[in-house]
């Protein structure tokens, strides 16, 4: 079950080497680090906790914030390290509106929030949890698991084999996947290939943005048939001059990743 984080963190570790988004990666593989060891130890607490029903299980998931305050106030920005001093002497009370509140908006900047939820979700996702306490409402550009945006596209031989047009979304809260129509923008649903655009550079051949013009919105699609050893969640940060380039071209990111890019 742990196979799924140990992979992004070697990627991150060694896309850190070097290059203008070492830093970011630095960070990004403190945190996943972090996120495997809250993932084994939901999965590692009794069958009475950890099942599915967000508020049932917010006092499981609250127990691991430490784990994560404590690797964000070592190697964190100042500003993401000065509040996770400061959520470490904030109480239960105010902690579990933090989590509620993320859950029911899934806002992309609640950084503490959404990287606690993740390893929680995954795991839900893993168990095979039936019907995880869903909000916001289900419509079709969200994930029919949890309802959490998709954080990045992906497009594998698997997904040539299978069907057709088709490829998978990544959801920004479980970060499991979903089949979806290809050429389709996953946050208003525009088809009309005029209105739908792609862009990539030489430097990330396998990264590519997906623009929509009907709604401004954009994402990243990861193609393993290009480079098979990408870790899609890793190389979407480690991909983000590409982000810059969609910004200054006015499109917003539907999602934004878990270091804010
Ligand atoms: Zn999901
Ligand atoms: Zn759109």
Known sequence: MTSFWSPLI????????????????????????????????????????????????????????????EVVAETGSELLANEARRLSGEGQESLRSMLISYWQTRADHSFFAKALVQPYARLMADRGVEQLERRPAIDESRCPFCGGRPQLGLFSHEDSDVAEGSRRLLCSTCLSEWPFPRCTCPFCMEQRPSNLAYFGAPEFAHVSIEACDTCSHYFKRIDLTKFGLAAPLVDEVASAPLDVWARERGYRKIELNLVGV
């Open 10 to 69: 070697k990627r991150a570790k060694d896309l850190s080497a070097s290059g203008e988004t070492a830093e970011l990666l630095t960070f990004y593989a403190g945190v996943l680090r972090a996120q495997q060891a809250i993932y084994e130890h939901l999965n590692s607490v009794g069958t009475g906790t950890a099942r599915g029903g967000f508020r049932d299980d917010l006092s499981a998931l609250l127990s691991c914030l430490p784990t994560l305050l």
